[in-house]
Antibody, heavy 119, light 108 residues
Framework: EEQLLESGGGLVQPGGSLRLSCGAS????????LSWVRQAPGKGLEWVSY????????TYADSVKGRFIMSRDNSKSTLYLQMNTVRVEDTAVYYC????????????WGQGTLVTVSS | SYVLTQPPSVSVAPGQTAKMTCGGD??????VQWYQQKPGQAPVLVVY???DRPSGIPERFSGSNSRDTATLTISRVEAGDEADYYC???????????FGGGTKLTVL
């Protein structure tokens, strides 16, 4: 069974850093692009970042560009999101999502990890 | 950046048909996806590539896309369909994902 499992969320102060992880199983990890998608409390879904299967290319939403870094370790089937200089508005549940190879949809999502930015 | 617009809410009685729209500039030339999200749960893909259904999604869920509007239709609505529904496209010019603001479906 294909599965994604996020971890690393928690409470962080404004201006601080946090690293999220997303472990994958049940599929050939290196063959698939992935994204991070977040959801602030009571709000809608917001796409955050994207990484190719090889990890050679990444893109970011303007709201996090220059502060967040997405990476992957294909030998460990693990995806990462390094969150730097976090802001109160970064408070959200962060989901990792697997992008289908045949099109631009996310067919598999993790259960999410909550990041709270507060002093 | 590309923007998708969804009505905040739609209400429908059980057994009736629910239609939820998603608007965007020249949306008809893009591939549109729909996700269902129930409280406290991760989103679930219910329609992809405008009108295809993943395995396990009931035939009651269907999609269409033309000109500037995509539509998710749920036939014979059940209480269990009550959820938030999000449309999504991929902005290929920037390699960015784009989500609509979401529509809350209430089953009366």
């Amino acid at each position: 069974e294909e599965q994604l499992l996020e971890s690393g969320g928690g409470l962080v102060q404004p201006g601080g850093s946090l690293r999220l992880s997303c472990g994958a199983s049940g599929f050939i990890f290196k063959n698939f692009a992935l994204s991070w998608v977040r959801q602030a409390p009571g709000k809608g879904l917001e796409w955050v970042s994207y990484i190719t299967g090889s990890g050679g290319d990444t893109t970011y939403a303007d709201s996090v560009k220059g502060r967040f870094i997405m990476s992957r370790d294909n030998s460990k089937s693990t995806l990462y999101l390094q969150m730097n200089t976090v802001r109160v508005e970064d408070t959200a549940v962060y989901y990792c999502a697997k992008k289908d190879n045949w099109g631009n949809w996310f067919g598999l999502w993790g259960q999410g990890t909550l990041v709270t930015v507060s002093s | 950046s590309y923007v998708l617009t969804q009505p905040p809410s739609v209400s429908v009685a059980p057994g009736q048909t629910a239609k939820m729209t998603c608007g965007g500039d020249s949306l008809g030339i893009k591939s549109v996806q729909w996700y269902q999200q129930k409280p406290g749960q991760a989103p679930v893909l219910v329609v992809y590539d405008d009108s295809d259904r993943p395995s396990g999604i009931p035939e009651r869920f269907s999609g269409s896309n033309s000109r500037d509007t995509a539509t998710l239709t749920i036939s014979r609505v059940e209480a269990g369909d009550e959820a938030d529904y999000y449309c999504q496209v991929w902005d290929g010019s920037r390699d960015h994902g784009v989500f609509g603001g979401g529509t809350k479906l209430t089953v009366l």
